[in-house]
């Protein structure tokens, strides 16, 4: 290799810094990110490995659950199905080690606040505590000591700060049906059911100051809901070492939660529901989140780092055609090809590691700590041991590495096969153009014929800078369709389709709610949301019923969002029902087919007569009498529309198991919005700056290209203006065809992206609008046709003596 | 009849090793119809002469009129105007646009000069002798045949004086010949004062007039 022509290509790279330097922080960028995302994701990884940890440090998480749907268990019967269980446990590979009753309840918690008032509830009762106990960290967040006696409680950390709630105060709360008293807060933690901290049915994190759960005893929980003593409605079953949830039927859980039904049927005739980890919401939610972004991180990093090698790619075939004649004259005078060849193999290598080092420094000494305190912020944990593996750092780098270093592999082999006679001679400049191409726009003015055809005149280039730039706009696009996505199916679910001003959980007690609207002229309408799951399977569904299953309809509370099919009738032999298009796109049920689901221990089979869309999570749509008749209640929830004037009261929340407002619920979306916007924004702009320097690249190129044609013009006497003009017409003809691209692959890929990481409790779709579509072509357009004044003035500055005199040479 | 007349005029170059004098004191007057030829060695002011005659290069000193007018400079709109309403320039390396047809390449000048006329295009390749190549790409045909092209680009706005920087210097001598004979016949058709730099002492016998230079001076101006 030789140190002067690697020398002379450095200068030559050196004449081009702005490009040089538009790549260098193109590789940056991408491992900036890499390993921002990485850092998040690594260290909530280990974060929820450690909390759900069966040690002295973690909760315990169980691994299955049995939730009486029907009120509780008195002490008997649960000691007795935990004995009957331990019996007949079926399963020989896995082993039971703890079966613990639970009591969880609604409640209320009156602030002495009186801005804040009366705030929604859930109590857990936690008696032996071996099995999802509470997690009180070694952290700023919390202090305190679990409950010991029946008038203490621990508080979530989530809610404390709006409430202005701190150890030693006392707080006034009721749960059920039962008394208010006042409770001594002893403890601040968290409880693996609301990590994810998330009112009773809502997909959102909790508005502050509308939502709190606590801690206590089961006898303080029994005595402030007047629940006779050992009373639960949960059964909390832990095996021994971590089944995979995510692999039910591989790791016995399908099997292990049939058998346990059959068993806990036999011995109570609750409607009751058995479920592993992935029916429990907050914890699959934050898994889903995790396993999302563990998948991510790499994907960002190559994605940007291709972006730069493409750019990379065609720098230095650009290079080597300007450099076309010096080769060849080297390689007359008897240079080597192998000569040749290092020196373009070494200049993206040198750009990669450039890249690589201005990336990693900042990712691991910002990126991953404003990542991390801004995942704290928005979920509400702390991340106790914030991780940036070693590892981690070096497979970004090693990414992107290896993306620059095989984006110069074929340049530098282009440049050693140049043949020295074809260069020397001009041969290998001189081309014929399309004829095909000539005769569609012959009819065309020669200005506007030269335009498209100066647009195409390099299709590889063209064609990898507008795959490069359909990446950018993935970049940017995935957020953007997310946003829309996200925005449509939160806003057009609670905003567009539901009416209810409050929803009003309750289980057998819908006649006092009924009541109380009556007294408060309030309209009601009355569903039954009940879990459940597709026979010979553990993942949970959601059914609902509804009294009116409609898509139009004034009168009703909630409309559904028919995807295809039709609407099912009420009272058939077998139920119709809707289903959502996860459940589709999972299981394959299709309309017009008949299935079997388990609601506890009841198999039922339902006939699919459509599908709906925009559920997040799986969701059956029932008309309310035939899910009645199914689960043997009325009604779970209570939904009110409340006359001008008329505010959730004591009253209704001492005979509501929980209460949504529908206004927290729009606030809550409003929130994390406004949360997550500076990511989204800064993704969004990140997108753009890329596609702004892929553009800005092959369009110098394009322009270095021409200098010859142009200065022939200038020569000629054409104007600046109509050069100016045909400049505009190319920049628009190709921010017109890459923006169509860009907007297609963006959408492709999203989808493409977004069908990869859809989970069974998390699935959604991504579908564009009109206005998104013409963002995305916009971004390119605009970016494009914002070039043109850089080329009019480069072609201001072209010194035309000079260009003369190269013509003429 | 006078086209142009150019009195005192020099050039000067300031480089790092000096004051390089480009041209250095000329003073010439050009009559419609005229075909000079410009010779002289290396470095001896030809091109900087006809750069600034096209008004593309401005000199330091002196005075130029174009058909009694001062031509401008140091503007370059301006002098862009200029060459636009009436110089033609011929290069040695012809530069026809290689995306074009030999007849969009004529077309595109007359669409820059705001005068589109296909008929008058292919009325000036017919003079060069290439009405029957009006649909192929430049790449298509030889050298000489891009160079005729060229001349017809060049005419295509009826320019009052058209300009030629070494433009057989690429080609043969038997194919040089055609071209200049072309080149003769079609300024004689038209009326175009031509006036070409070149270093090929056999060009004599195309022109009017040949002018000498050396350090950028005229060293001769004879009638042929």
């Known amino acids: 290799m030789s140190m002067l022509l690697t020398k002379r290509l450095a200068r030559s790279l050196w004449r081009t810094k702005l490009r040089l330097s538009a790549v260098v922080l193109m590789v940056a960028i991408g491992v900036f990110a890499g390993i921002a995302f990485g850092a998040y994701a690594n260290s909530v990884t280990t974060l929820y490995d450690d909390i759900y940890d069966d040690d002295e440090e973690g909760l315990n998480l169980p691994d299955l659950w049995v939730e009486n749907n029907a009120g509780n268990w008195n002490e008997s019967t649960a000691e007795n199905l935990c004995q009957e269980i331990r019996n007949q446990w079926p399963d020989v590979e896995l082993e039971l080690d703890h079966c613990e009753p639970r009591l969880v309840t609604s409640g209320q918690l009156f602030s002495s606040d009186a801005d804040i008032g009366m705030v929604s509830a859930v109590w857990h009762g936690i008696d032996e505590g071996d099995v999802n106990k509470v997690w009180i960290p070694n952290h700023d967040c919390c202090s305190g000591r679990l409950a010991a006696n029946d008038s203490e409680i621990v508080i979530d950390e989530h809610a404390v700060d709006a409430l202005n709630i701190s150890v030693g105060d006392t707080i006034r709360i009721s749960a059920g049906a039962g008394f208010a008293l006042n409770y001594t807060v002893v403890g601040i933690g968290f409880h693996s059911n609301h990590l994810y901290f998330t009112a009773e049915g809502a997909l959102l994190p909790a508005q502050p100051g509308t939502f709190v759960t606590g801690y206590m005893t089961s006898e303080g929980l029994e005595k402030i809901a007047n629940y006779s003593a050992g009373s639960s409605n949960q059964l909390l079953l832990d095996i021994v070492g971590t089944p995979d949830s995510q692999d039910p039927d591989g790791s016995g859980l399908t099997t292990l939660k049939a058998n346990i039904s059959a068993i806990v049927g036999e011995v109570d005739e609750s409607p009751a529901s058995i479920y592993d980890r992935t029916g429990v919401d907050s914890v699959e939610f934050l898994r889903a989140d995790v396993e999302g972004a563990m998948k991510t991180y790499p994907v960002v990093t190559g994605m940007i780092a291709v972006v730069a090698g493409i750019t990379i790619f065609l720098s230095l075939q650009r290079l080597i055609q300007s450099q076309a004649k010096e080769i060849a004259v080297l390689r007359t005078l008897g240079v080597r090809r192998m000569s040749i060849m290092p020196g373009y193999i070494i200049a993206p290598i040198f750009i990669g590691a450039a890249g690589c080092l201005l990336g990693a420094i900042p990712g691991v000494l910002f990126g991953a700590p404003a990542m991390i305190s801004m995942y704290e912020e928005i979920i509400g944990i702390p991340i106790i041991n914030p991780a940036v593996p070693d590892s981690m750092v070096i497979q970004n780098i090693a990414i992107a590495m290896a993306v620059v270093f095989l984006s110069g592999l074929r340049p530098a082999w282009q440049a050693s096969r140049l043949q020295p006679l074809e260069v020397l001679r001009g041969e290998h400049e001189i081309r014929v153009s399309s004829r095909a191409l000539q005769k569609l726009t012959s009819r065309m003015p020669a200005t506007v014929g030269l335009t498209i055809r100066s647009s195409i005149r390099k299709p590889v280039r063209l064609m990898f800078t507008f795959f490069a730039v359909g990446i950018s706009m993935l970049i940017f696009g995935t957020m953007l369709l997310m946003m829309d996505s996200m925005s449509e199916m939160f806003l057009g679910g609670v905003e567009e389709r539901q009416n209810w001003d409050v929803q009003a959980y309750t289980i057998d007690g819908e006649d006092e709610i009924i009541e109380w609207a009556d007294e408060n002229d309030a309209d009601y309408e009355l569903m039954i949301v009940f879990a459940g799951n597709p026979a010979n399977d553990s993942r949970q569904l959601t059914a609902y019923g509804l009294e009116n299953v409609v898509t139009e309809n004034d009168d009703s509370m909630y409309l559904v969002n028919l995807a295809s099919g039709e609407l099912p009738k009420s009272g058939m032999g077998v139920p119709e029902v809707l289903i959502d298009e996860g459940i589709n796109h999972f299981l394959g049920w299709k309309v017009g087919e008949t299935h079997s689901l388990e609601f506890g221990t009841k198999t039922v089979d339902v006939k699919v007569t459509g599908f709906t869309k925009g559920d997040l999570s799986r969701t059956v749509y029932f008309h309310r009498s035939d899910l009645s008749g199914i689960v043997g209640l009325e009604a779970t929830v209570v939904m009110l529309q409340l006359p001008e004037g008329v505010e959730v009261d004591d009253e209704l929340a001492q005979i509501s198991m929980g209460i949504d407002v529908r206004e927290d619920s729009l606030a809550a979306f409003e929130t994390l919005m406004e949360q997550q916007e500076g990511m989204f924004y800064s993704i969004q702009g990140l997108g753009i700056l890329i596609a702004l320097a892929v553009l800005f690249n092959t369009l110098v190129m394009n322009l270095a290209e021409r200098d010859t044609e142009i200065a022939t013009l200038r020569v000629l006497g054409a104007s600046n203006n109509r050069l100016g003009l045909m400049l505009f017409g190319e920049h628009l003809a190709i921010g017109l065809i890459g923006g169509f691209l860009g907007c297609v692959f963006s959408i492709l890929g999203t989808k493409m992206m977004i069908s990869s990481f859809v989970q069974w409790g998390m699935y959604f779709t991504v579908s564009a609008t009109t206005s998104t579509i013409l963002i995305l072509i916009g971004i390119v357009v605009g970016i494009s046709i914002s070039l043109t004044p850089f080329g009019m003035w480069r072609i201001k500055k072209m010194d035309l003596v000079a260009k003369v005199k190269d013509l003429s040479q | ?224």
């Open chain 2, 1 to 224: 009849m006078r086209l142009l007349e150019m009195s005192g005029i020099k050039r000067h170059y300031v480089m790092p090793s000096g004051t390089v004098k480009a041209l250095d004191g000329i003073d010439l007057k050009i009559k419609e119809g005229e075909r000079i030829l410009l010779l002289g060695p290396s470095g001896s002011g030809k091109t900087t002469l006809l750069n600034c005659l096209a008004a593309l290069d401005n000199p330091t000193e002196g005075e130029y009129e174009f058909n009694k007018e001062i031509v401008p400079r140091g503007h370059a709109e301006k002098m862009t105007t200029f060459r636009r309403e009436n110089i033609g320039y011929v290069f040695q390396f012809f530069n026809l646009l290689q995306d074009l047809t030999v007849l969009e390449n004529i077309l595109l000048i007359q669409e820059l000069s705001d005068g589109k006329d296909e008929a008058r295009a292919r009325e000036l390749l017919a003079l060069v002798g290439l009405e029957d190549e009006v649909n192929r790409f430049p790449a298509e045909i030889s050298g000489g045949q891009q160079q005729r092209v060229a001349i017809a680009r060049s005419l295509a706005k009826s320019p009052n004086l058209l300009l030629g920087d070494e433009l057989t210097g690429n080609l043969d001598s038997a194919t040089s010949a055609t071209v200049m004979e072309v080149l003769v016949s079609a300024c004689e058709a038209e009326n175009i004062t031509t006036v070409m730099v070149t270093h090929d002492e056999n060009l004599v016998q195309y022109a009017t007039r040949v002018v000498r230079l050396d350090s950028g001076k005229i060293i001769s101006d004879e009638k042929v």
